[in-house]
């Protein structure tokens, strides 16, 4: 049973204040929870080992998508292949941030690897702002965490230009570049992790600005402007596959401008490889009975209970758990119905008494650098509870 500690939480004014928007969720309750778990510092250790390795074999397994052509076994539409070669094939198109969701990590209990969020991941606000205003605001050591995320955000941002671990020279190979930052109007959330993001590249020594997508010009030939300006990086809080399934035509724009080397996309295209959950068929091939990788496969797995994905939802949309006779115990409803599917193998998450799981979320920028935990059902969804928590 892992073990939680009772906090005050910050008020809705102080949350409101910071930019915090979305601490209450639609049913009237509180988001983040008034609790944190408590983790060890060897536990932070190895969910910071865990990641580091499971990052290295993403990358193999990318690889091994782009050198045997599984292009449409990984589900990557067609009007963005090109573009996820391009990214990958060059050192510039850095890979700025990605969150692993791990089961396990706590109690003795082995770390598996859920799925990998590489492209847009949310939570980066109340990981790296809220959870440690929490302990500050009850009187904590606010540094008693594994949360680094925004100094790693930072760090990131100049290894833009620096293209190495050291970033000491970044002074002196910065050329004034710019950083365009945007997302989709409608969302507090997305606007604010967005700014949060711009903020970082601020302090890194960017010059950044921020627009909406539709506010931007897109051109073939010359690149990305807003208000006149040229930007040389457009960081995006927008799915790749959102963009070729809602707006073929930006795909193809972006797939000019990279290829003209007009601008630089971030997260980079190659990102899609890592955010869909068909590789996680691929790394179980690749990696078959690795310690950290649960049984993967595009078909049920006969005698024994798993976890049917889509290979592009979020928010545990059409998620279901099957038993081991492949009978559904327990689903979501959503909008991908449609999408095509794996099957993982079951596998329990941590607990608290009250017998709610917890979902660790692991923040990759180069390295491991931040932890929070998602507490919900037997199927994480967009009602799920952000839990912090405090190194004892």
């Known amino acids: 049973m892992l073990k939680l500690k009772k906090l005050k939480t910050l008020s809705k004014e102080m949350m409101d204040e910071v930019g915090f928007a979305w601490h209450t969720d639609a049913d009237g309750s509180a988001y983040v929870s008034d609790e944190v778990v408590e983790v060890s510092q060897d536990e932070c250790e190895r969910y910071y080992q865990a990641v580091n390795e499971l990052y290295d074999m993403y990358v193999t397994a990318a690889q091994y998508i782009i050198d045997n052509n599984?292009?449409?076994e990984v589900g990557i539409p067609f009007n963005l292949v090109d573009?996820?070669?391009q990214s990958w094939e060059n050192d510039v198109c850095w890979h700025l941030y990605g969150r692993f969701d791990l089961a396990g990590g706590l109690d003795g209990k082995d770390i598996k690897l859920i799925e990998f969020n590489a492209d847009t991941p949310t939570a980066v606000f109340e990981t790296a702002v809220i959870q440690w205003a929490m302990l500050k605001y009850n009187g904590l050591?606010?540094?008693a965490q594994f949360n680094d995320l925004?100094?790693?955000?930072k760090e990131n941002f100049k290894r833009l230009v620096t293209l190495d671990e050291d970033t000491s020279n970044f002074s002196e190979l910065y050329e004034g570049w710019k950083i365009l930052f945007t997302c989709i109007g409608g969302s507090d959330e997305d606007l604010q992790t967005t700014k949060l993001l711009q903020r970082a590249a601020d302090e890194a020594g960017f010059h950044t600005a921020?627009?909406?997508?539709?506010?931007?010009e897109f051109n073939d030939e010359e690149g990305i402007f807003y208000n006149g300006e040229n930007y040389e990086y457009l960081f995006k809080l927008v799915p790749w596959e959102?963009?070729?399934i809602d707006e073929g035509e930006l795909a193809l724009i972006l797939k000019n401008i990279s290829q003209n080397q007009k601008a630089i996309i971030l997260n980079p295209a190659y990102t899609l490889l890592f955010q869909n959950k068909a590789i996680l068929k691929i790394l179980w091939d690749l990696y078959p009975n690795h310690p950290l990788l649960l049984e993967t496969s595009d078909k049920i797995i006969a005698g024994k209970k798993c976890v049917r994905k889509p290979i592009f939802g979020r928010e545990g949309e059409n998620v279901a758990i099957l038993d081991e006779k492949g009978e559904i115990i327990s689903e979501n409803k959503g909008e991908y119905a449609s999408n095509r599917v794996v099957y993982q193998e079951f596998y329990e998450f941590n607990k608290d008494e009250q017998d709610a799981n917890y979902q660790a979320g692991?923040?990759?920028a180069f390295e491991g650098v931040a932890l929070g935990f998602r507490k919900g059902g037997a199927i994480l969804n967009n009602t799920s509870k952000f839990v912090g928590h405090i190194i004892k």
């Open 141 to 143: 050591n606010e540094d």
């Open 70 to 72: 599984l292009f449409h």
């Open 362 to 364: 692991v923040f990759f």
């Open 150 to 153: 925004y100094e790693g955000l």
């Open 242 to 244: 959102s963009i070729a």
């Open 83 to 85: 573009i996820v070669k």
């Open 210 to 216: 921020f627009a909406y997508i539709d506010e931007i």
